[in-house]
């Protein structure tokens, strides 16, 4: 999953990009369970409950997800973990990556945190902004009428 053409990324950048987030995402973590302990660790750290992905899968998911729109059952395969767990994953990263922001090509230090930051950049700079949207088709859930039988036919 960690090819460009699935996570959308080079691997130095998905390098660098794990490095910088994973620190973060271990101090939060850190900083939640000592919340929920309410004082310091009593365990050895590495002991308890073990995540079912790892930070870098977690990332690899989001990214993947993100880039090419693929399920969270379908990434649950392919890691062979729950769709809730995939569900969770992503739900932790992406404010991670949106604090984050996007870097600027041949600008450095730039970074577009917000839509509104976006928005901004492409007028200073006229540029022109397309929004390239997917179709999702579902299938729509049956509903419970209460007195009808699913399949039941009147005479």
């Given at each position: 999953m960690s090819h460009?053409?699935?996570?959308?990324?080079?691997?130095?950048?998905?390098?660098?990009?794990?490095?910088?987030?994973?620190?973060?995402?271990?101090?939060?973590?850190?900083?939640?369970?000592?919340?929920?302990?309410?004082?310091?660790r009593l365990r050895e750290?590495?002991?308890?409950?073990?995540?079912?992905?790892?930070f870098v899968d977690r990332l690899l998911?989001?990214?993947?997800?993100?880039?090419?729109?693929?399920?969270?059952?379908?990434?649950?395969?392919?890691?062979?973990?729950?769709s809730s767990t995939i569900s969770r994953?992503?739900?932790?990263?992406?404010?991670?990556?949106?604090?984050?922001?996007f870097a600027v090509p041949d600008r450095p230090g730039v970074r577009l945190r917000t839509l509104e930051d976006v928005f901004a950049y492409a007028e200073a700079e006229h540029i022109t902004l397309r929004i390239v949207g997917r179709l999702s088709l579902t299938r729509p859930r049956a509903r419970h009428i209460p007195g009808v039988v699913a399949g039941a036919t009147a005479d």
């Open positions: 460009p053409a699935f996570c959308g990324i080079s691997g130095p950048h998905l390098g660098e990009l794990a490095a910088e987030r994973g620190a973060r995402w271990e101090a939060r973590c850190e900083s939640a369970r000592h919340e929920r302990r309410g004082g310091v750290a590495g002991d308890g409950p073990k995540y079912g992905l790892v998911a989001t990214l993947v997800h993100l880039g090419t729109g693929l399920t969270y059952e379908a990434l649950g395969v392919i890691y062979e973990v729950g994953a992503i739900c932790e990263m992406r404010p991670l990556l949106a604090a984050r922001g």
